[in-house]
């Protein structure tokens, strides 16, 4: 092993000193992703006791043409022999390295995998991971890396998704641009954003999960800002997320989040200050809610109706009482409205003509992403959906119209309307 010239990217580096067991990276095209993948199978297969190790590409051409070559060139010092006939390496140690393709997957049952790298993950049936790979790797506690260009919202997403959250130690999930690749000039990278669609350069170079025909909320309508206007008053809308019973216990839901909405509204629009969001179990997510009113002292909070809220009210309640600040909550409804119509209606008509401003923060990226893919069913929307309830809460007084009119009469003397 001391005869190989290993040379990894900072990028590779990182991922490669993971002990994590499963590996899941989403990397922008021209990033590396090749070279490590190369390098993680000829180490690997040097670790295993005439073990096997497997590149998975989408088709078995696909997998002789994307790394045939390049693992030749780099295994040269520990190579015992290989056969492009049947695209298998065997390296001095006796263990394999063997192409494959996904789309013949009973060619890779029966073996016992040391590791296996599947590459442009994407492109693959996803039970060729579930039933063919993983219970290969069960014997030996064997290792994989899922690598490649995000294709929207599939199984790739999830599987990513899965890792990044972090609750499962033997995951873990990177996200890599083209600019992540330090050999790679980034004025060639942007004179290719001149000439692709802003959705193709996303996917293929800054390696974004994209939905396609989400094109709803366009990038030249934000204006960002870190200079809060003086004017205004405070508001609060929570989109909670469900909570699942577990043992008798209420924990975090893995899929949806909790949003909180924390906006500064005057007559000139909405100025989003922040967005907390984030997968809690109920006394947390209450906790989170209490703290934003007592920061912030909104002059109305709003609370999505429903099973969730019906839960989080009774701590809620408790936690005014401990503390000794009360607040009321006013419940939000859909209206019988459906999400997408609400959302574009409370949203669309005041990003388009500059009337929301976003505070810069570290919320912004997921808030931009769900805003650009809504309404794909294969993305969250819970940071725009806690944020387009503002719009039931908040009273802009953009007029005086008492004023306009000669002659007004109240119905009610004391109250005034």
Known sequence: MSDLNVSLLPWQQEVWSSEARFKVIAAGRRCGKTQFVAWELIIKALQADKGHVFYIAATLGQARDVIWATLIELCQPVLKNAHINNLQITLINGSTITLKGSDRPDTMRGV?????ALDEYASMKPFVWEEVIRPALADQ????????????????????????????????????????????????????????????????????????????????????????????????????AGFAEV??????????????????????????????????????TTS???????????????????????????PLTEMMKQRGRFFRVDLLSHGNQKKTDRIV????????????????????PVFLDQLFQFPSKLTHD????????????????????????????????????
Not at 290 to 295: L, N, R
Not at 299 to 307: D, P, S, Y
Not at 394 to 411: F, G, K
């Open 247 to 284: 043992g008798g216990r209420t924990t975090k839901s893995r899929l949806d989040q909790t949003a909180i909405a924390i906006v500064k509204v005057n007559e000139s629009g909405w100025y989003v200050k922040d967005i907390i969001h984030g997968r809690w179990d109920l006394m947390e």
């Open 112 to 116: 016992s995998l040391y590791h296996a």
């Open 141 to 240: 506690k064997g290792t994989a890396t899922f690598i490649g260009t995000p294709a929207g919202r599939n199984h790739f997403y999830d599987i990513f998704e899965y890792a990044k959250i972090g609750d499962d130690p033997s995951w873990a999930a990177w996200h890599f641009t083209s600019f992540d690749n330090p050999i790679l000039d980034p004025d060639e990278i942007n004179a290719a954003k001149q000439s692709m669609s802003s959705y193709a350069f996303r996917k293929e170079f800054m390696a974004s999960f994209e939905a396609q025909d989400s094109e709803l909320f366009k990038e030249e309508w934000l204006k960002f800002s870190e200079d809060e206007p003086s004017e205004g008053d405070y508001y609060i809308s929570v989109d909670p």
């Open 345 to 364: 209606w409370a949203l669309q008509g005041l990003m388009e003509h500059g009337r929301i401003t976003l505070n810069v923060g570290d919320w912004n």
């Open 288 to 314: 989170r809610i209490f703290k934003a009113v007592e920061e912030y002292k909104p002059i109305a909070v709003g609370l999505e109706k429903g099973i969730a809220q019906q839960a989080i009210m009774s």
């Open 382 to 417: 819970d940071l725009i959906d806690a944020l387009s309830y503002i719009e039931q809460l908040a009273v802009i007084p953009y007029t005086n119209a008492v004023d306009s009119i000669d002659e007004w009469d109240p119905l009610d003397a004391i109250a005034g309307y």
